[in-house]
């Protein structure tokens, strides 16, 4: 710690810092528009002027730029000076110039930071009389608008997403005042995280296409912290909604997981919420056509369903902890199923036994970013976990840190570590059967299919731990790079492994937990983290079940009388074949969803459930950690959460339907609110008992009040109504949550992370507003963790250090000459399930291709595909040069819904090129 002196006032602050954060973290007001906290400083804009002073004895001192000079012990600076502060108002002055001033009309107002920054620095009378400078804006795709006059050349857009996120089609093209931040042409962005240029951008240049069509003003909508969805990593979220009706998803930092940036899947999929494919109200099968009835009708309905036979439930692992559970409590154990296939959920608990059994690290994505060396093993992690992705990323910057360490320049100062890094890449490696978008950040990339790459990961885990087990009939070429890549890892100080379940490969899995056990044995901060698929994924596995197949089998033999089905897509698991012989086998099919899956209008009856933003849940993210979500929309009677239509089925149950489940179930009629369903899974199950401490109960208090869920700015709900009547007419109470529905309540900045609506304090409504809830900029928030890890260090506090028992090598592949191993291609749009019910992402999705090697049968324009369970399907071919014989790539859940893991598939050419087709 080092101490300065701000305006007479002794401060403490951290050495390592500039400036600008050390007065900001000090609580002072100092305008800035081009440092970003993750970008660092480049000194572009010229906005955080202060006054720093030589000594005790230098009362003249001299102007310098906060952003871009180093804090140190004694330093004497001002904010307040005179002649700093007309300083600061001749640059936001020039930068106003050619700005349209255009406030009242822009999206960005009451959110933007050049607003917040003009009033601070008190910049209030326009002087400037001449032509503007105009630009023609672009279209960049259906994410974002772009209004380039709004732009202060500050510089952030380009360094996020070129230097960052490693985008190559935005840049700033022009000279001197007349510069331009855009595309070459008009097109989509192609960069997986386009969408944060949204909230980098301190004015209105990029703004939220989507929420644009539907705009509200910021301080008109509710709010409230989520989890993202659309993958198993965990992003923490804001959920703004308005009228009912949910607007916008934002980025909600968490100091160890997404911090600073959202992928655009998990920004922009939240559509399926308001799509047309929503349920709203029960229906029950009358004369083969789904018919709404009311809730009470309903429930008899299934009172009548029961005496048919046994009752069998299956879960889902995009539904939350406590769906899944109240399902376990009503059917019980023996009859609860996972709704995965056996290859998913061993795959599932597999990956759930390796992480809690791993001797070493399992970190979180913070932490990745620190890693020295990278192997990522058999996963398209871009796609499959594209914010885990990023922070490997940003992992490949070590070496250029330690060569700026080694050149004493700080590591903040952004443009000269970058320069001095330029051709210092960090040792990643991807062994992958395909490209993938992070392999321009590795320092080698390796294909192989998915039991070669394996074998591979066995083999360096043999050259690291030579008691681990010896691959078989290696090729020279594989063992040279078994033994490169070992070389890597073992020199190390802090190595990393990656894997997961995009193949469907358990050996994989256990290739990745070999190697990391085998680093730890010199390095204990090894890590290993395993990818997977859905945000609930984990948590699943952690519960355990009956794999769809046993519920095929007892449906054959006639021993399943009703099937309730809970927000799972059986087409997405099941061929077609086996989904017509389900449904002819059960008579009776209980469907609780928020969206109408294929199934819906076979089902004998469908309860409307509630959407991840209309009530609160718990999920567990990839990694075993446990997040609460809260809702933003209060969904109008009779949608409710999975988990109350549950308990009303159990309320429903006739005497003569209790026989039909299990006879030691848990009894779920008596629970109030969410906290009783996790108290009772706490006692259930002992491995969830941390659950309840994800974040605070619904009994919570601030200041004895509830929290607040609006801006103290709001309208007001008189207003939202007005058109209808004046009367006021409040939203119903949530007995789950801890929020009041308005303005009304309690906020500040250190109240628990957990429960944070939105950022904003005096003088600070956009975003930059985190600043005030951090301990430290860049450091955890001032209310604690968001979320607890049920997995860290278990294997260690349970004294599990022994090795797992020896591990299954396959054989080498070898291709066939008849069929190919059809690979699913897991699509960053496309593939996952909710999303592609949200407009803007199925505008993102590519057209549907079949990838083979360009030397094998790609020289067909087109391919005829031949998969069990789908008729013959004609489909455009690309070709992939370095792609391994015998293989072929295909989206996954595209072309056949059920296709997500490796099959054999034959393949017929049908136009061959040049044909003039």
């Known amino acids: 710690m080092v101490t300065f002196q701000l305006d007479g006032l002794q401060c403490s602050t951290r050495a390592d810092i500039n400036l600008l954060q050390a007065c900001l973290e000090a609580g002072a007001n100092l305008p800035y528009f081009c440092w970003h906290p993750e970008?660092?400083?480049?000194?572009?804009?010229?906005?955080?002027?202060?006054?720093?002073?030589?000594?005790?004895?230098?009362?003249?001192?001299?102007?310098?730029?906060a952003c871009m000079t180093p804090v140190t012990e004694g330093t004497r600076v001002s904010i307040d000076d005179a002649e700093a502060k007309e300083f600061r108002e001749g640059v936001i002055e020039w930068m106003m110039v050619n700005h349209p001033h255009d406030c009242p009309v822009c999206p960005e107002g009451g959110e933007c930071h050049l607003q917040d920054m003009t009033v601070m620095t008190g910049h209030n009378t326009r002087r400037y009389r001449f032509?503007?400078?105009?630009?023609?804006?672009?279209?960049?795709?259906?994410?974002?608008?772009?209004?380039?006059?709004?732009?202060?050349?500050?510089?952030?857009?380009?360094?996020?997403?070129?230097?960052?996120?490693?985008?190559?089609?935005?840049?700033?093209?022009?000279?001197?005042?007349?510069?331009?931040?855009?595309?070459?042409?008009?097109?989509?962005?192609?960069?997986?995280?386009?969408?944060?240029?949204?909230?980098?951008?301190?004015?209105?240049?990029f703004t939220d296409k989507p929420f644009s069509e539907t705009y509200t003003r910021k301080w008109d909508m509710r709010g409230a912290p989520s989890v993202c969805v659309h993958c198993g990593v965990g992003c923490n979220t804001f959920v703004n909604a308005r009228d009912e009706k949910v607007r916008r998803l934002l980025n909600r930092y968490n100091d160890e997981i997404n911090r600073y940036a959202l992928c655009d899947r998990g920004r922009f999929g939240h559509g399926f919420v308001n799509a047309p494919s929503r349920l709203h109200t029960p229906l029950c099968l009358s004369e083969e056509q789904p018919t709404p009835v009311p809730p009470q009708s309903a429930m008899a309905q299934f009172a009548r369903m029961v005496a048919s036979g046994p009752i069998v439930g299956i879960a889902s692992s995009r539904a939350s902890l406590e769906a899944c559970f109240s399902l376990q409590c009503l059917v019980g154990r023996e009859q609860f199923s996972t709704g995965q296939t056996q290859q998913e959920q061993t795959c599932a608990e597999l990956a759930y036994t390796l992480l809690r059994d791993h001797p070493g690290s399992i970190p979180?994505?913070?932490?990745?970013?620190?890693?020295?060396?990278?192997?990522?093993?058999?996963?398209?992690?871009?796609?499959?976990?594209?914010?885990?992705?990023?922070?490997?990323?940003?992992?490949?910057?070590?070496?250029?840190?330690?060569?700026?360490?080694?050149?004493?320049?700080?590591?903040?100062?952004?443009?000269?570590?970058?320069?001095?890094?330029?051709?210092?890449?960090?040792?990643?490696?991807?062994?992958?059967?395909?490209?993938?978008?992070?392999?321009?950040?590795?320092?080698?990339?390796f294909r192989a299919v998915p039991d070669n790459a394996a074998r591979l990961g066995f083999a360096i885990a043999h050259q690291l731990d030579p008691t681990a087990p010896a691959v078989p009939d290696l090729t020279p070429l594989e063992a040279e790079q078994a033994n490169r890549i070992a070389t890597a890892l073992g020199a190390a100080k802090k190595p990393l492994i990656v894997s997961g379940m995009q193949y469907g490969s358990p050996a994989l899995i256990q290739a990745a937990a070999r190697i990391a056990r085998s680093l730890v044995r010199n390095t204990p901060d090894a890590g290993l983290s395993l990818v997977m698929p859905d945000c609930n994924s984990m948590g699943l596995a952690m519960m355990g079940g009956l794999p769809l197949e046993t519920v095929m089998m007892r449906a054959r033999a006639g021993a399943i009388g009703t099937l309730i089905i809970v927000e799972n897509d059986l087409t997405r698991h099941l061929d077609?074949?086996?989904?017509?012989?389900?449904?002819?086998?059960?008579?009776?099919?209980?469907?609780?969803?928020?969206?109408?899956?294929?199934?819906?209008?076979?089902?004998?009856?469908?309860?409307?459930?509630?959407?991840?933003?209309?009530?609160?849940?718990?999920?567990?993210?990839?990694?075993?950690?446990?997040?609460?979500?809260?809702?933003?929309?209060?969904?109008?009677?009779?949608?409710?959460?999975?988990?109350?239509?549950?308990?009303?089925?159990?309320?429903?149950?006739?005497?003569?339907?209790?026989?039909?489940?299990?006879?030691?179930?848990?009894?779920?009629?008596?629970?109030?609110?969410?906290?009783?369903?996790?108290?009772?899974?706490?006692k259930e199950m002992p491995i969830f008992a941390g659950v309840t401490k994800a974040a605070p109960d619904a009994a919570y208090r601030l200041n004895g009040q509830?929290?607040?869920?609006?801006?103290?700015?709001?309208?007001?709900?008189?207003?939202?109504?007005?058109?209808?009547?004046?009367?006021?007419?409040?939203?119903?109470?949530?007995?789950?949550?801890?929020?009041?529905?308005?303005?009304?309540?309690?906020?500040?900045?250190?109240?628990?992370?957990?429960?944070?609506?939105?950022?904003?304090?005096?003088?600070?409504?956009?975003?930059?507003?985190?600043?005030?809830?951090?301990?430290?900029?860049?450091?955890?928030?001032?209310?604690?963790?968001?979320?607890?890890?049920?997995?860290?260090?278990?294997?260690l506090k349970n004294g599990q250090t022994e090795q797992p028992p020896a591990p299954d090598i396959p054989p080498p592949f070898t291709p066939q000459p008849d069929t190919v191993l059809l690979l699913p291609d897991v699509r960053l749009f496309g593939s996952e399930e909710l999303s592609m019910l949200s407009p803007p992402v199925v505008a993102r999705a590519p057209p549907v291709k079949l990838s083979l090697p360009a030397h094998g049968t790609a020289t067909a324009s087109h391919i005829t595909l031949h998969l069990e369970g789908y008729g013959p399907q004609t489909l455009p071919v690309q070709q992939i040069a370095d792609l391994p014989d015998g293989i072929a790539l295909c989206p996954a859940h595209m072309v056949a819904p059920a296709f997500a893991f490796p099959r054999m598939a034959r393949l017929t050419a049908t136009r061959a090129e040049g044909d003039g087709s």
């Not at 380039?148 to 996120?165: L, P, S």
């Not at 922070?391 to 100062?413: E, H, T, Y």
């Not at 819906?600 to 469908?606: D, F, G, K, S």
């Not at 939203?731 to 789950?736: G, T």
Request: proline share 8%; glycine share 6%.
């Open 39 to 65: 970008l660092g400083s480049v000194g572009a804009c010229r906005q955080c002027a202060i006054k720093q002073f030589s000594g005790p004895d230098d009362k003249t001192g001299r102007i310098v730029m």
């Open 131 to 205: 032509t503007k400078r105009t630009h023609r804006n672009q279209d960049l795709g259906p994410f974002l608008n772009h209004e380039m006059n709004r732009c202060i050349a500050c510089y952030r857009c380009v360094r996020f997403y070129k230097d960052y996120a490693g985008g190559e089609d935005l840049a700033v093209l022009g000279a001197h005042d007349n510069v331009y931040f855009g595309r070459s042409e008009d097109g989509t962005l192609e960069n997986a995280f386009s969408g944060n240029l949204a909230e980098i951008c301190p004015t209105g240049v």
């Open 364 to 445: 979180p994505l913070h932490d990745m970013e620190s890693a020295d060396a990278v192997l990522v093993l058999g996963e398209d992690v871009s796609a499959t976990a594209p914010r885990l992705a990023l922070a490997l990323r940003q992992a490949g910057r070590q070496n250029s840190f330690l060569a700026a360490d080694a050149a004493k320049v700080p590591r903040w100062m952004d443009a000269a570590v970058r320069t001095i890094g330029s051709e210092r890449l960090s040792s990643l490696f991807i062994v992958t059967p395909a490209p993938t978008d992070l392999d321009k950040s590795a320092e080698e990339t």
């Open 576 to 682: 077609p074949p086996e989904i017509v012989e389900l449904l002819e086998a059960v008579p009776n099919i209980v469907l609780i969803d928020h969206t109408a899956t294929p199934l819906w209008q076979n089902a004998n009856l469908v309860l409307p459930a509630a959407a991840f933003t209309e009530y609160a849940g718990t999920l567990i993210s990839q990694e075993g950690r446990a997040q609460r979500f809260f809702p933003a929309v209060f969904p109008p009677s009779p949608i409710q959460a999975s988990w109350r239509w549950v308990q009303e089925l159990a309320r429903a149950l006739p005497p003569s339907g209790e026989a039909q489940l299990a006879p030691h179930r848990t009894d779920i009629t008596a629970w109030q609110n969410l906290d009783d369903v996790l108290a009772t899974l706490g």
């Open 706 to 795: 509830k929290l607040r869920s609006q801006t103290y700015r709001a309208s007001g709900r008189t207003v939202i109504r007005s058109y209808i009547s004046v009367r006021d007419q409040p939203p119903p109470p949530n007995p789950d949550t801890p929020f009041s529905s308005s303005m009304e309540g309690a906020y500040q900045p250190d109240m628990p992370a957990a429960l944070v609506p939105a950022f904003h304090t005096p003088a600070w409504n956009s975003v930059q507003a985190l600043n005030r809830f951090q301990q430290e900029i860049g450091g955890p928030l001032r209310g604690g963790e968001a979320g607890i890890r049920l997995l860290a260090n278990h294997a």
